[in-house]
């Protein structure tokens, strides 16, 4: 299975609309958010696709952002963390703004992979049996090139795709 991991898109929709374009061509099963979506409008972006969204400290339309998804895919989930599996693996998201949640979750060494936002910064570090990742920012303040990833959960390897 194929998962696209997004985050902080922060309403700029053309790149989010780049980024939708190369998950349409790339078999892609589900989409993790890791917050910042802001509102339901861009979360609408994302359809069909079942979606995990983790609120993250832009999104102050939480109900409507939650409403909108449910609508798109009754399969769909949003809360400020997931913690769940997904084709046999243990995964977490968060957004990252509560570094103590992040921690917490980090420290439980009770997941194969952790997702997470935030900072704007692709990351991607081992923490025991941990990989903790930052898909890097579709939107929002511009730290580095625009990015997200793809999880291939058979074999679990990360692929970061730049947008620009």
């Known amino acids: 299975m194929n998962i696209a991991i997004l985050s902080d898109t922060h309403n700029h929709l053309a790149n989010l609309q780049k980024a939708m ?9 589900a989409i993790i958010h890791c917050g910042d979506v802001t509102t339901a409008e861009t979360v609408s972006f994302l359809s069909p696709y079942k979606v995990i969204l983790a609120y993250g400290n832009g ?5 409507e952002i939650r409403d909108t998804l449910l609508r798109m895919n009754p399969n769909s989930f ?11 693996l243990r ?5 990252g703004h509560h570094v103590s949640r992040l921690q917490k979750l980090l420290e439980s060494q009770q997941f194969d992979f952790i997702f997470f ?8 570090s081992l923490h025991g049996r941990t990989r903790l990742i930052n898909p890097g920012a579709i939107g929002g303040l511009r730290k580095e090139e625009r990015s997200f990833c793809i999880l291939d959960t058979q074999t679990r390897q990360i692929r970061f795709i730049l947008l620009e």
């Open 117 to 124: 936002g935030h900072s704007h910064r692709r990351e991607e």
């Open 91 to 95: 995964v977490a998201v968060t957004h």
């Open 21 to 29: 374009r190369i998950i349409e061509n790339e078999d892609i099963q």
């Open 78 to 88: 949003a809360a400020a963390v997931f913690e769940g599996e997904i084709d046999d």
């Open 59 to 63: 999104d102050f339309a939480s109900g």
